[in-house]
Structures are given as structure tokens and as C-alpha cells.
């Protein structure tokens, strides 16, 4: 036991030791702390000293304490007591009555005058209703301010506080007994001291005055002064030095612009930098439209290795980022990535600015980098023109395209037509307006009624646009329904006129105007529907041209393009084909399809039977020659299945090439040109199809091989050139598919699964105390139990305290009382007895006369 | 009813019919006063029944109604059988004598002459019965049905029995009707859920037989849509129904439809497609059920199933079915056959629900050869890439279930690393009839990539099974099987999406501002 103790005695001033060599002022009590007299502090003793036990009642202060509790009493019980069988009280009404000391903020106080002062108000109203004068005085400390003014002293007055003090010679003087000279007698030597102090206060007084009306002297004549001094500055200014390469960089610092000009005037290169930076914003959303939500995780993409800790933080490793470009289709359907276009501009502005390093150089990049981007887009026109490259073939196509927008301006110039019109209440009176003018002034005038109505100059607008984009649709459906052979071109331009406008409008407000299209195509669905047999009639085509002119049809889910979508796959696989109408609007329909994919490059399977059937109608079938697979709505045999076959002749060898044209599409009868035409831009459109269409696709081959079996049995015996060029390339095409090599299909590398990170498992705080295991609740409620014992015992103390002290107030009072009645019973007596005196007094001198 | 007051009888029921059925007014008074006169005026009756004669005269059905009201009393009343037992015993011997006799006896007995006018009567209602006016053939065999309750109710000699000659009659009628099916079938289907109706026409039907199937091809098809309408099901027997209170025995009549079975089936060599179709329905529907040995069936199944294309194939696949579920019969051939029903033009025939429905159960084993089952989803695959939107879904799930219940199929989407490393031809032989041999075990479903690039969103997304991970649970395809290609547009028109995205360039004319195909391929402007 002795060795342990002193072993732990031992190691207690070893710990004090490394404290103190710690830090020597840790135990320094700061200068401005309170002291604790010693003698209040009670110590209580503790036998042992356990480890982990905080003892909180290890020193207090009995009596602070003690004390505290006593005033905390007084207030409360002792007030209460006080105040105990007494009928009267005095109520505290004012703001913020519950509140002491720091709560007493300036607000509330505020509050509280504020109230005064209206209850005042209120008092005096009736009289002081008409007194006009009733300013109140403003007091401070007492004094109305205008005393206050009255007194003030413009001098300042601190400097007299100053020279208050005794100044040291009169100290050493006076209280070391100075230099011993003329000894004086303590009187005087005060009475001189007196006189000297007053001497020098009327000195200093008098000093003070004199500066002070010096000044204000100066003051007045400061004025006069001041056009001297401007004159005589300028002048200085004139000499000043040349101005140092510091002085330089300082003023160019101040005079430096601090921040950009909110509305600059934009320069047409920045202008067309900021239209390419949006169409990228627009084309990169389009293209996350255009998948599918997960569809970027594809099979057989090599993924590279990933660690079962990566976190997915988009972190590269440094030499990874080279090759990190993602793969994308551009706009044109090149492989590519922005990644790489971004970067070969960026490199060339780097190149740039090594090149030249003055300011300059900052605009010339910039230029540069506008000039890469419009390089970008000089790109998509490059690929524009390539697609015309394509055209090239039937040259016509784009002699009448020059000629519209030439004809348009001077349309637009038209003064025949008023400038502002008024938005048609009817179709009828919209009709009629269009009537009056011809196609390219009626493009004019919905143009004009656009811009009178646009919504932002008038609510009403809004119906009005929406109304206006379903008259166009109506009116167009009445151009198309009936369209005859003569005016189909006329309608067909007049539509092109009228597209930009369609578009236009649709963007005024995407929701209505798309709601009203896709109502008019679900008419047109629930009327083709009656009859599946039949091609819907011709405006029906005209409104997926529309659909796909107005809308982002790539998206992988689109409200109108995928109802159209459905609506074009169901007329190919359905509608009987019959007429030449039937071959054309199914050709049209087709290119539509092609036109809703490409960028997307969806594919839909009506398209590939539809052209399938063409090139079917196309093979002139003898009597016992097997048939050839081909599915409805084409048939294997009959008069419908060989409408486009041929007998070879001088004409339709000698016919030139040519596009399918508009009049196909309202006429019945079939031409030889007619044959030839269509078979010819079916070979164009297969073509299309496999290049541009599904070339990139995997497994595109069995897409491609029911097109070879069809042509190995046509023949191409009766048809031009240009027929016979068109079939090798499609089926050069074909064949490239037809024998495409793929890679077993295999799901991704999945990222490895991680080990599951286990908690750490922590063994409970051992404490020794031995108390019987419980279950949590039962150990909740035992402390529970315990905290109620605790505070009912505190709770008894504290009422036994209470009743000590009103108990000893009690005594108090009655020693109090006590203590009077003893006085007064003391003076009674005392009365008496002095009474009793006089009375024995005169009895007394009675004796004494007798005597 | 009250035997009263037999004169007043008719004449209130009479009214309420007229009401019903537009019974001509004067009409209506002759035949009050027909049945109100206490004595049987056999000129007026004629004359009634001379109407069905007249070819214009415009109110059959009235007529009809009339005759039902007028003979029902008159057999009521015990006046139209002649007393004399003779004549009317039924019974084809003594037909040709009792006419003779009849005659004799027309003069003198009221009711030999009412007899005459019944029997008249009778055949005229046949004759409509096969006529070609559906309004009239219904209300002909109603008349004809009433008729022989009240003949079986009130005649003596019939005891309360069945007049089989008159049921064998009709349904004589009804198979040398003009028109097939015959036009009063679907109202004879009611009385055929009677079940004393039911088994009487089977005790009559193997006498009816029509010679050959093959030279009367209209009235075997008469025939079979008779047998078509006796159905022994259950709902049928579970209601009880009795056209008159009979008897009914299951196991008899299930031995008569032993009996017009064989007659069908004797006669079934060589017949047309159509008859076929329908022997096959009939087969399916009402007769294999009950067979006693239907284990014999199995080669004119085959048979029908080898030689024809189309829905008989499939009746016959059907009819095999059920055949491998109840006699456990195997037959390999099958899945080649049911194989070659895939084609691209199935897409447009009537039956393709029920193939796919069929094919779905014949390849629920997974029992199967796997490179079987891979033919299977490879031509399934192909054919979704060509055909209409809803049965690619149908045909997209198909295949996944294909690959949940073969595990080994697996490997069609799921290669390994060192196969998926290198690039080959498509070793699918698509032109190859044996789907064993068709290698599509080698393959792998690159269709299915293909067709997550289709137009249509829901077609894509079942698609997207290949590269995500299969399903846990198969597929119903049962609601699909109902879902038309309208469906699938009505569905994504209902969509609510207020983003409509808009094309971010301005077209200038009829073409769009770029990759424009249409103005590429058509001079419109």
C-alpha cells in the first residue's frame, strides 16, 4: 500500500511538473480577476481520487452563497411577505415592464416615450386643439436646449483641464521645500501660492480670449484671401516637375477602369460570337434530348480500367485526357467531337498570343477565337453545301430556292399592303383578307399581323397569335385538300412562304401553338384511322413537314414528333398502295422520316418496307417465277405488285433525271416518267437511308439484306444512265452493310463492387459501478427515478429554508415590536415615576409647613 | 293456362302482339274472328295460310305471329290432329299412306282439313327458316320452336314427349339453308343451350350427315355450324336450361357426339380449305373435349398442320396443344412448322395474337434445345426491325422472356470477353427452314441494338434490356396481345408534357435550314 501511494504521489508532482514546465503563466491569474479571499472558500476533502469521476463539490463559498440566497429570498419571498394581507398594489402598465437592465433597449424606451407622449396627446387634445405655438421644450440633463446653446463655448475646453494640475516647479517648490532661501512662515507661503495660482488661471484666461478673437478675425478675412491663394496655386501647378515613371503608374492605377460597361455597343464579330455560343448551348441540349436517359452506357464500348475506389469524381489522370474526347455525331453526321474542335481553336489562340504580346494581341485573339467559331459554323454551311453537292445531280432543285428571298423583299416593300392589321376575328374574315393579295404579299401580311400582335405589346395578343397559327393551319388544309394539278406548285410556295412565319409564331408560345397542331394531327389520326387502307389526304403530309420544320425532332421523347413518328409508321405499314398519289406521298413521307432522324438517326421500320415495296413494284414478275418475300401493304402478285414495271424503250431510256415532283402528288394515272422518277429517287432514298441513316449502326445488316434479294431481280435493261448509277451506288451501300463484321454483343465492365467499410465496434465505457444489468428502458427510468429523489430532497430543502426565513422575518418583527412596546412602556413609567416625584415633592413641603 | 273460355283465348294475346310486331289491323280482325267464332273455320284459316304464299306481301313477321297465336289455340284445343291415331303417327313408312288417307278424310274432318293447313304451315316456316331475311329466318324458328312446346304439351300421342320429326326438320332446314352460315344459327344457338334441345340434336344430327363434304361444301359448312352452336361446356350444363322439361344425360350425348364426330371426320378427306378451317374450330371448340380416344386425332392433326399455311396450321397447332397437354403426345416436327409461321407477312394476318399466344406457350419449356429456342429469338428480333410498332414491343418481350427462361441464351447477349473481342459476320442463316440449323446460337441479338435506335420510345426502351440487365420477372404479354397500333398513339398523345422543345433555326422556305431530305428528292416549288 506505502509503495503505491508513494508510487502515485510520485507520479502527481511529476504531472505538476510537466504542467508548470509547459507554460510558467498558466497558473498566473490575470490582473483584473477577482480575488477570492481565502478564508470564504471551503474545502471539502476528498479521501480518494477516482479516475473519470468529476467531482463538482470538491470547493465552494458557504457564505457568497449563503448571501446569495438571502438577497435572492428578500426579493422574492420577502417582497411577498411584505406585501401579504394587503389589499393594495401598485401595477406596472408601461412597455416592457417585465423587462430589467440590458433587455431595456433603446427601442423599447423609444416605445415607452412614444406612449407617453400620445397618452399626453390624448389628455390634452380638446384643449390645445387650436394652439398652434405648442412647442414642446427639448430638454437635457435638465436644461432646455436653448440654454444650453446660449452657454456654449465655441473654444474648446480640454486644454484648461490640462493645466489644472499643479505643474512641477510649484510641486517641487511647494512640497520639498524648494531652494530654502527666504524662510517663511507657513502663512504666508500659502497665502502666495493662492495668489500665484489665481494669477496665472487670469493669465491663461486671458491668453485664450485673445487667440480666440484672433481667429475669428482670420476667419472673416480667410474669404477675401481665397482668390489670391487659386491664382497663385495655378501658377505653382505650372512649374511642377515632369511627372516620373512612378507618378505615371500611379495615375494610370487611379484612372484605371474599375468595372465594364453594362451596355456596350456589341461589335457584329462579338455578336456573332455570342449567336454561335448559343446555338451550341441549344445543340448541346438537343443532343442530351436526343438520347435516351442511360442509353449512353453501351455495350461493347471499351470502358478503361476503374478502380473499386473510384469515386466518380470526374478526376482524369493527367494522360488519360488526350484521348478523352466523346465520341458524338455532329451536326453533319461525321464522326467527331466538340472536344477536339474546341481544342484545336484554343490551340490556335494560344499560338496567337505567343505570336504578339501587346494589347492589341488580346483583340486579335479574340478575333480569332470568334473566327474559330465561325469557322464552326462556316463548317455546318460547308456541310450545307456538300449536301447540295448531292443535289448536284438534279440541278433544277435550286434555280427556283434562289429565286424566293430575292422576290421576298420586294414584297416586303409592297406599300399596297397597310402596315398595321388588325387580327381577324373569323376564318372567314381571314380568308377573305388573304383573298385580296397574292401568295408572296399574303406571307407579308401575316407577317405584319404577327408583329401587331405580338404579346408583348397586349395581353389580348396571346389569343390572338394562337388563333392566327390555327387559321394558317386551317388554311392551309384548305389549299391542300382539294389541290388540283395546276395549283399544287403555287400552294406548295405559298406554304414555303408562309413556314418562317409558322415558326415564328410557334415560338411565341410553344405550349398553345403545339397543343393546336398536335389537336389537328390527332384529328387527322382518329380520320385516317376510320379508314387504314386509305392515304390520308395530302394537307396531312403538309403538317409532319410543319411538325418537322417547327420542332426538335431528334429528341429521343417528343409530344408531337413521336405521335407523328407513329402516325407515318402507321400509314407505310398499313395504307394500300394503288395510285401514283399512293407511291408519292409514300416516297414523301419516307424523306420526312429521314428528315425527323437525322441527326438522331432513329430509325423506323416502315421506311425500309415502304422503299422495299417500290423497288418491288419496280421488278416485272412472269407468269412461274417464284415470288418474292415482300410485305403488305404491297402484294406478291396481281396488278399492284408490278404498278412501276417497264418495258424497255427508247423513251424512258432517253429521259433525263429528275426529282419527283409536286403535280405526283395529286394525280392518279402513272407515267412512264412517272416509273422511272420514282423508282430512281427510291434508289436515291435507300441510299440515303443506309449511308446516312443507320450506316453507323450496328447490326444494320439485316436492315440491308432484303434489299439485295429484291435487286438482283430488277432489271435495269429499259433505264437511263442515271438510273443505272443511282442502283450501283445504293447498292454499293447495301452491300457494305450487308457484309459488315460485328463484335459479339457483351454488357460493359461494370465497376467492381466495393468492400463494404465496416463501423468500428467500440466496447462500452467500463466504470465500475456495479449495478444490476438492465434494459434500456428500465436503466432510462431508474435515472429518471433517481433525478426525481434528487430534486425532491433539494426541493424540501429549499422549502425549509423559506420557511427559516420568513420565520426569522417573523422574529424580527416581533422583536420589533417588542422593542417599541418596552420603550414606550419604559416612558410610561418613567412619566409616571417622574409624576409620582412631583406628587412626593408637594406632599413633602405640605409636612414641612405643618412643621 | 285456364281452359275456360277457349274462344277469348287468343284474342287478348293476339293484341299484345300486335303491338309488338306490327301485325297488319285487318289481319289482326280476321284472326279474332277466326278464333273467337266457336266453331273452326277452315276457309278463313286457309286464307291466313295462303299468305305466305303471296310473294309481296309485306308483313312476314306479323304473319308469323299471327299463324304462332292461331295454332297454339287450335292445338290448345285439341282440333288440329284428327282423332284417328293413323294419320299422324310419325314415322317415315306410313307417310305417303297417311297423306293419301289425309286426303280422303279432308272433305269430311274439320280437322283433318286443319292438319293439312298445320302441315302447310310447317313447311312454310322452314322455308323461311333457310331463307335469306334474317328478321324473318329468327322469328320463323321461334314460331317453329313455340309450335312444337305447345304440339308436345297438348297432343296426346306425344305423351309429353319431344315431336322429333319437327326438331329433325329444322335442323334439316337449317343445313340446306342458302346462305352459310346459316342465317337463323345465332338464334338457334339459344335454343341449342337448352339442354334437351342439345341432346336431342345429337340424337339427330349423325342421320343429317350431308354425303360428301367435298361436293356440298356449303352445307357442311351448315352442318359444322350446328355442331358449332351444341356446346357441351360447362357454363352450359352448370345453367340448367330446359327447353321443355326433359331429361338430359351427359355421358349419351357425349357417345352421340362420339357418333357425329366419326361422321364428320369420314367425310373429311379432300375438303376445301374453308371447310377444314371450320371442321378444325369445331374440333377445337366443342368435340375434343369429350372424345373418348383423341389420341386418334393426332394425324389428321399433323396432317392439316404440314399441308396448310395460315390459321388452319395454327388450328391444328392448337388443336396439338392441347393434345401434348392431355395425352402427352411429342411431336418435334412442331417447332419447325411453328418456326416457319414467323414471317413478315404474319403481322398482317387476323390470327396473330393467337400465334404469338400459342408460341409463347409452346416455348415455355425450358426443356427446349437451346439452339432451338436461339432461332427462335433471332428470327423474332429480325422480324421486330420490320414490322408495325405494337408487335415489335410484343415481339421485343418475347425474346427477353425467351432469355430468362434459357439461361444459356445468355450467351446471345452476353458474350465473353475473348468472343465479344472479335468481329464477325452475322452466322444467323436467315433463309434456313430448320431453326435447329440455323446457327443463331453463334449469333447475337444485334438486332436488338438496333431497335434501341427505333423512332418509337417504347419500342426503344424494351430494347434497352441487352445493354441493361434482364428483367427478374417475365413479362404478360396477354395485355399486349390486345394492343393496337392506334393504342400506341392514343397512349403517347395522352402523355402530358408541357416541353416542347422547338427547332432553334428558322427555316426560310418549305425545306429546313439544313439536312433537309425532302426538298433533296422532290422539286415542289
Known sequence: MGFKTKKSNADAVYSKKSVKSSNPFDSATAQNAKRVNPFDVHVNKEKFKILGRICKHDRGMPGVSRAKALQKRTQTLGKQYAVKDKSNKFVDHRIGKHLSGDQLTESVMNARFLSEKLSQIRASNKAEKFNLNDDELLTHRGQTLEEIEQYRDERSDDEDEENDRLDAEFTSAAHFGGDGDKPQDRQTAIEEMISEQKRRKNEIAKDKDEVYDLTEKLDANYKQLLGLVNTATEDEQREKPPPDAYDKLLKEMIFEPRGSVTDKLIKPEELAKQEAARLEKLENERLRRMKADGEEQETNVQVPHRSADDLDDGYFVAGEEDDDDTLAYDLEGNLGTHLSQKKQADENGADDTEDDDDDEGEEEEEEEESDSEVDNMSDLKVSESESEDEQAAAPQANKPKAKTPKAQPVASMDTSIPFTIKMPKTYEDFTQLLSKYTATQQATVVERIIKCNDPKLDGVNREHVVKLFAFLLQYIKDMFEDASEQDIVSHFQLVSLLMPHLYDLSHLNPERMSNTLLDVLKEKYGDYRKNQKVYPSLETLIYFKIVSNLYSTSDFHHPVATPTYIFMQHILSRARVRTRQDIAMGLFIVSIALEFGASSKRLLPGVFNFLQGVVHMAIPKKQGQDQLEIVPPFERDGPFSKLLAISASKTSKALPTQQMQAADLVTHTITEEFKVRALDTALRLIKHCMEQLVGEHVGAGCLATPFLALFERLSLEPYAEHVHQHYAEAKEALERLATQKMKPLAPPDRKPKALRLLEPRFEVVYDDKRRPKMSKQKEERAKLLHKIKREKKGAIREIRRDTAFVQDLKLKQQLESDKERHEKVKRIYQEASMQQGELNELARAKKRKKF | ?525
Open chain 2, 1 to 525: 293456362m285456364k281452359h275456360t273460355n277457349k274462344a277469348k283465348q287468343g284474342a287478348p294475346a293476339l293484341d299484345t302482339l300486335a303491338k309488338r310486331s306490327n301485325v297488319p289491323v285487318e289481319l289482326q280482325q280476321k284472326a279474332n274472328a277466326f278464333l273467337n267464332a266457336t266453331q273452326v273455320d277452315t276457309k278463313v284459316l286457309g286464307g291466313i295460310v295462303k299468305l305466305f304464299a303471296e310473294e309481296g306481301y309485306a308483313h312476314q313477321v306479323g304473319l308469323m305471329h299471327t299463324i304462332e297465336v292461331i295454332f297454339k289455340n287450335l292445338l290448345k284445343r285439341q282440333s288440329v290432329y284428327p282423332a284417328d291415331e293413323e294419320l299422324t303417327k310419325p314415322g317415315k313408312k306410313s307417310k305417303a299412306k297417311a297423306k293419301a288417307k289425309l286426303k280422303k278424310t279432308l272433305d269430311t274432318d274439320p280437322n283433318a282439313k286443319c292438319f293439312a293447313l298445320y302441315n302447310k304451315t310447317w313447311s312454310w316456316l322452314l322455308q323461311r327458316l333457310a331463307g335469306t331475311n334474317k328478321e324473318d329466318a329468327n322469328v320463323a324458328l321461334k314460331v317453329a320452336m313455340q309450335l312444337i312446346v305447345t304440339e308436345a304439351k297438348h297432343i296426346k300421342h306425344n305423351n309429353g314427349n319431344w315431336p322429333k320429326k319437327h326438331l329433325s326438320s329444322i335442323l334439316g332446314a337449317l343445313i340446306e339453308s342458302e346462305t352459310s352460315p346459316a342465317l337463323a344459327l345465332p338464334a338457334f344457338e339459344k335454343y341449342a343451350r337448352c339442354l334437351d334441345v342439345l341432346q336431342l340434336s345429337y340424337e339427330l344430327l349423325p342421320q343429317l350427315t350431308p354425303a360428301s363434304f367435298v361436293e356440298t361444301p356449303q352445307q357442311a359448312l351448315n352442318y359444322l355450324g350446328i355442331v358449332n352452336t351444341l356446346d357441351l361446356g360447362k357454363t352450359v350444363l352448370a345453367e340448367q336450361q330446359y327447353h321443355m322439361a326433359g331429361s338430359f344425360d351427359l355421358a349419351d350425348t357425349q357417345k352421340l357426339l362420339n357418333i357425329v364426330w366419326q361422321g364428320i371426320i369420314d367425310r373429311c378427306s379432300g375438303v376445301d380449305e374453308q371447310v377444314h378451317r371450320q371442321v378444325l374450330v369445331v374440333l377445337l371448340e366443342r368435340i375434343l373435349p369429350h372424345l373418348e380416344n383423341p389420341i386418334l386425332l393426332t394425324d389428321f392433326l399433323m396432317d392439316s398442320l404440314h399441308q396448310f399455311d395460315g390459321p388452319i396450321a395454327l388450328l391444328a397447332l392448337q388443336g396439338i396443344f392441347s393434345l401434348m397437354q392431355k395425352q402427352n403426345i411429342t411431336y418435334p416436327d412442331v417447332y419447325k412448322k411453328l418456326y416457319n409461321m414467323f414471317y413478315p407477312r404474319m403481322f398482317y394476318n387476323k390470327y396473330k395474337a393467337r400465334l404469338f399466344y400459342l408460341a409463347d406457350i409452346f416455348l415455355t419449356s425450358t426443356h427446349l434445345p437451346e439452339n432451338l429456342v436461339a432461332a427462335f429469338a433471332k428470327r423474332m428480333s429480325r422480324l421486330a426491325l420490320r414490322s408495325p410498332t405494337e408487335d415489335a414491343i410484343i415481339l421485343i418481350r418475347f425474346v427477353c422472356n425467351l432469355l430468362l427462361r434459357h439461361t444459356g441464351l445468355k450467351r446471345l447477349i452476353c458474350a465473353t470477353a475473348a468472343a465479344s473481342a472479335v468481329e464477325i459476320a452475322d452466322p444467323f442463316d436467315d433463309t434456313e427452314l430448320d431453326p435447329v440449323k440455323t446457327g443463331a446460337i453463334n449469333s447475337s441479338l444485334w438486332e436488338m441494338v438496333l431497335l434501341q435506335k427505333h423512332a418509337v420510345p417504347e419500342v426503344a426502351n424494351a430494347a434497352r434490356f441487352v445493354s441493361k440487365s434482364l428483367p427478374l420477372m417475365e413479362f404478360d404479354l396477354g395485355q399486349l396481345l390486345e394492343m393496337k397500333e392506334s393504342d400506341i398513339f392514343d397512349d403517347e398523345v395522352k402523355k402530358v408534357s408541357k416541353q416542347f422543345m422547338l427547332a432553334y433555326e428558322r427555316p426560310k422556305n418549305f425545306a429546313l435550314p439544313k439536312n433537309d431530305v425532302v426538298t433533296q428528292y422532290f422539286d415542289l416549288i
